[in-house]
């Protein structure tokens, strides 16, 4: 009798293994290590976990108790009661926000201004901020020649008339619908080489990075100007059907043609140098209020602390030129029957 009893002893002690090795994952097995006795409920389990000495353990209950424990329920819980309160700036009476204890050790980023005084943008970091280079010439064109130049022009040319019409002189409300299209070319662009690297194993040149750099940076100009314009629904609702629409057209375009790819949004950056140069027209003229710069231009820009719209808007400007000639560039490039790759990036040419 103890002979049977000692065996099906074992053959169940077995089994649970067996039970227990299939449900889990070794990290969910390490994270019960590590938290010593955990009960099996915290892993959604109805029984109790037994350790061992030699670090196993064995779990009786349910097969679907076991089932349902997952590294992800476990950590879930095991955050929610690491996370804990953190007033800003250490006052009792401020709003408090709590602070994300990752199980998996990842650490919360922080970062500080030179000063010592807490960074407060997450988009962006002080390393990436640059004051802009405002000597660039705002009136260099690119005459077109060939007949992919005169269709990238007057693509462009025949989006710009439904967008005069649409928002007329609300010329912030204008200026965040180009960023959200201008942000869409970098990133397709940046992305299809990236793609194309991998496929060739080759490198790039540096263009995947130049490319992404301008779409971050196009990103960050429609950061800034949501804080000095407040769009209406039905503007927020075109953004939606303008950017699906550019975007597949683009990257079409793009697998295509990378020469009229980029030779069209070179064209495009030509006219949004046109329309800040309207936008800063009617500041100057008191039409619209010269308000103070948002804080976050300032950071991004290394704007002085007293700066105004207008500043923000000639900063702007000039990134814009840079992206023409970065894009115009790139597409003589194709013209001349070489691969971006040939012709190191302009990178950090914002």
Same mark, same amino acid.
């Given at each position: 009798?103890?002979?049977?009893?000692?065996?099906?002893?074992?053959?169940?002690?077995?089994?649970?293994?067996?039970?227990?090795?299939?449900?889990?994952?070794?990290?969910?097995?390490?994270?019960?290590?590590?938290?010593?006795?955990?009960?099996?409920?915290?892993?959604?389990?109805?029984?109790?976990?037994?350790?061992?000495?030699?670090?196993?353990?064995?779990?009786?209950?349910?097969?679907?108790? /076991?089932?349902?424990?997952?590294?992800?329920?476990?950590?879930?819980?095991?955050?929610?009661?690491?996370?804990?309160?953190?007033?800003?700036?250490?006052?009792?009476?401020?709003?408090?926000?709590?602070?994300?204890?990752?199980?998996?050790?990842?650490?919360?980023?922080?970062?500080?201004?030179?000063?010592?005084?807490?960074?407060?943008?997450? =988009?962006?970091?002080?390393?990436?901020?640059?004051?802009?280079d405002l000597s660039i010439d705002l009136t260099k064109h690119h005459a077109p020649v060939t007949f992919l130049d005169k269709m990238a022009y007057w693509t462009v040319k025949t989006l710009r008339?439904?967008?005069? /019409?649409?928002?007329?002189?609300?010329?912030? =409300?204008?200026?965040?619908?180009?960023?959200?299209?201008?942000?869409?070319?970098?990133?397709?662009?940046?992305?299809? /080489?990236? =793609?194309?690297?991998?496929?060739?194993?080759?490198?790039?040149?540096?263009?995947?990075?130049?490319?992404?750099?301008?779409?971050?940076?196009?990103?960050?100009?429609?950061?800034?100007?949501?804080?000095?314009s407040n769009p209406r629904w039905y503007e927020r609702a075109l953004v939606f059907a303008v950017q699906g629409v550019f975007f597949n057209a683009y990257f079409l375009g793009y697998l295509i043609s990378p020469k009229f790819a980029h030779r069209m949004v070179g064209y495009l950056e030509e006219e949004a140098i046109h329309s800040y140069t309207e936008f800063l027209e009617e500041v100057d003229k008191g039409n619209i209020k010269n308000v103070p710069a948002p804080a976050i231009a300032i950071d991004y820009w290394r704007l002085p602390p007293n700066s105004t719209l207008r500043d923000v808007v000639v900063v702007v400007r000039a990134d814009e030129a840079h992206h023409r000639d970065v894009n115009h560039f790139a597409s003589d490039i194709h013209y001349q029957g070489h691969e971006l790759k040939e012709a190191p990036a302009p990178l950090g040419y914002h």
């Open positions: 009798m103890l002979m049977m009893a000692g065996r099906g002893g074992a053959t169940k002690l077995a089994s649970s293994m067996m039970l227990v090795a299939r449900c889990f994952s070794t990290a969910t097995a390490r994270g019960m290590l590590v938290k010593e006795a955990v009960h099996a409920k915290a892993m959604g389990c109805q029984g109790d976990v037994v350790r061992g000495n030699v670090g196993e353990f064995v779990v009786r209950g349910s097969v679907f108790g /076991l089932r349902l424990g997952s590294t992800a329920s476990f950590s879930e819980k095991d955050q929610q009661q690491n996370v804990r309160p953190v007033a800003e700036g250490g006052g009792v009476d401020k709003e408090e926000k709590k602070e994300t204890v990752s199980y998996w050790g990842v650490p919360p980023s922080r970062v500080s201004k030179e000063d010592g005084t807490e960074w407060k943008w997450n =988009c962006f970091r002080p390393w990436e901020t640059y004051s802009a008339w439904p967008t005069d /019409l649409f928002f007329q002189s609300r010329y912030g =409300c204008r200026a965040m619908m180009l960023e959200t299209v201008a942000a869409v070319p970098g990133m397709v662009g940046g992305m299809l /080489l990236h =793609c194309r690297s991998l496929r060739r194993f080759e490198h790039s040149g540096g263009w995947i990075k130049a490319l992404l750099e301008e779409a971050e940076n196009e990103r960050m100009h429609l950061m800034t100007f949501m804080e000095v």
